[in-house]
């Protein structure tokens, strides 16, 4: 069975809580979430932050899809924003069939089962005076799930299928390592049974050598459970190691969305070249030319004109600085914003 046909599957032993509405499970369009920046003795907003501007794509049941770029491109924004862990400042976020930016805290709640996040640092994302029981057990308590003895069953499930013992939940965060700690984040997002997870760089904050473990144990979950996860990063390797389809952001904006596989061989944004060229090469003996990214991420709070790309571009031409380049498609399920074809 395919991830996708056991999402399917799985979706309809849930029939009593969201019937699945087509192979779509996630269809983001026009996403933008702009932070005011407030000055002046009246406090007005003397400018935006534009943190995501315009951004589109979707998710198919049971796929797992990356999102990368150098940090600040926006990344987390989308993810919180998806979730609504942040209010959007425009666009719609239809999960399963239904556009959830519209919906009032009440009928969120539904939702909020179905959609679960992985926090980037698992120091930061437990509260380090609450047990691990009372940490995966609140959102079972949020939902009025499996009460009583029963919670205290799921629980010790739950931390068995993130490879820690039933006997942890008695503890407190700080006894735990880095890699067990995040084990316990990722027992918390699944503890309601989610459909959809957003994993925001959760194995950023590990040491290298703890790293794959957790992300084996991601993709371990993603197949047995059918979960459908964005999966946030800025390490290309572990991205073209898990994800069926990767999308590339730049300040704000989606520059490339390509399957995995094509990405990594065959870019087509002179963005998404310049992070492979970036990215440690794991065989010494390949030799491939670097291309250096000068200076950085230029501010969000005033973006260059036409492709917000451009100032550092090796490609650029006057007329980039004219049009936002479209996403257009280059190749089968291969998409660049980029006006120019007669390079890469
Ligand atoms: N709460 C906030 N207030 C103001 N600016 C923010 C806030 N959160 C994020 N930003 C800005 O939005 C941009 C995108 O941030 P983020 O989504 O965290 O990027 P990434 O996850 O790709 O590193 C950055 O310039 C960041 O400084
Ligand atoms: S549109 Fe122009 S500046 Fe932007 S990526 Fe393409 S060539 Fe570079
Ligand atoms: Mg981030």
């Known amino acids: 069975m395919t991830a996708a046909e056991r999402a399917a599957t799985r979706q309809q032993t849930r029939i ?13 369009k026009n996403l933008q979430k702009f932070f005011p920046i407030r000055g002046g003795l009246m406090s007005r907003v003397v400018a935006n932050v534009q943190a995501v501007q315009d951004v589109s794509f979707s998710l198919k049941r049971g796929e797992v899809v990356g999102l990368v770029g150098e940090s600040g491109s926006g990344k987390t ?43 980037q640092d698992p120091f930061a994302s437990l509260n380090p ?115 069926d389809r990767v999308i590339v952001m730049y300040l704000g904006r989606i520059m490339e969305v390509a399957p995995s596989k094509d990405l990594y061989t065959n870019p087509k944004h002179p963005y998404t070249e310049a992070l492979i060229s970036a990215a440690p ?15 950085d991420i230029p501010s969000p709070i005033a973006p260059p004109s036409g492709c917000v790309f451009r100032t550092r571009c090796r490609y650029a031409i006057p007329e980039c600085a004219n049009v936002v380049p479209e996403l257009r498609m280059v190749g089968p399920d291969h998409f660049k914003a980029c006006i120019r074809d007669d390079i890469l």
């Open 16 to 28: 009593d809580r969201l019937p699945p509405m087509g192979d779509t499970l996630l269809d983001v």
């Open 77 to 119: 924004t989308v993810g919180r924003s998806i979730l609504r862990l942040i209010e959007p400042t425009g666009g719609e976020v239809i999960f399963n069939g239904v556009d959830i930016t519209k919906l009032g805290k009440g009928q969120m709640r539904d939702y909020r089962r179905e959609m679960q996040i992985i926090f």
């Open 129 to 243: 005076r609450m047990t691990v029981s009372d940490i995966i057990g609140e959102a079972l308590q949020i939902h009025n799930l499996h009460a009583g003895k029963e919670r205290v069953e799921r629980i010790a499930e739950l931390l068995r299928k993130v490879g820690l013992v039933p006997d942890s939940m008695r503890r407190y965060p700080h006894e735990f390592s880095g890699g067990q700690r995040q084990r316990i984040g990722i027992a918390r997002a699944l503890a309601v049974d989610p459909s959809f997870i957003v994993a925001d760089e959760p194995v950023s904050a590990l040491d290298v050598s703890i790293q794959a473990q957790v992300v084996n144990l991601i993709q371990d979950l993603q197949e047995e459970l059918g979960l459908t996860v964005l999966f946030i990063a800025h390490d290309l390797a572990v991205v073209e190691y898990i994800c």
């Open 281 to 295: 090469i794991p065989d010494p003996t390949v030799k491939t030319k670097r291309i250096i990214l000068e200076g």
